[in-house]
């Protein structure tokens, strides 16, 4: 039986193996995303993607994102190290028709900044920061956007009349869809993100 038990111990993964393992953490028609630990990622789509780091490195610093042909083999791509959040786009889903909508920025924002990463035919990565008691003016958003944390906080949003204080974590990733809209404010420390803005197909 104790043979049996540190066979069977050999085996399993450890923990730290098991949460490195890429994990789905947002999945609809529009897009596929990933948490993972760079490295041989196992069970990701080899599809294109754009591949945001969560961690600072050497010559880098948390928040740069890069656009890969394969996200399988993001690891290979220079400065791809650390935690990072994967975002894949779907190819095959049929684009809602255009509605009127803004863009990140074109809404009446106060205390936010926003820095453009990169843009291709598929996306637009943006990094941006709402600080302390920044406010979005209510807005429509004119694409789906994936809002993915970096240093989690504190965002009072304000939707169908309703009014929620949402708790985000480092790492956290949000979907902002075609045609919604809604207002917000920061209610705690400034607040980080990568927002990945898809581009109708």
Known sequence: MRKLLIIVAAIAPSQAARDARPRVVLDNARVRVYRATA????????APAVV???DDRPGARAGSAVWVADAAAASRTANVRGSIVIVQPRGDAVAPP??????????????????????????SAIRARMEV????????????T??????????EDTSDGKTVVNRWTRGDVEFEGLGTSHSARNVGAAVDVVLVVLKPQ
Do not use: C, K, Q, W
């Open 52 to 54: 945001v780091s969560l």
């Open 133 to 144: 008691g920044a406010r979005e003016g209510f807005h429509t958003h004119g694409s789906d």
């Open 39 to 46: 490295g041989p990622l196992t069970g990701v789509d080899h």
């Open 146 to 155: 994936i809002v993915v944390h970096l240093s989690g906080g504190e965002i």
């Open 98 to 123: 255009r509605s009127a909508g803004s863009t990140p920025g074109d809404a009446p924002f106060t205390g936010m900044s926003f820095e453009p990463i990169f843009e291709n035919d598929r996306v």
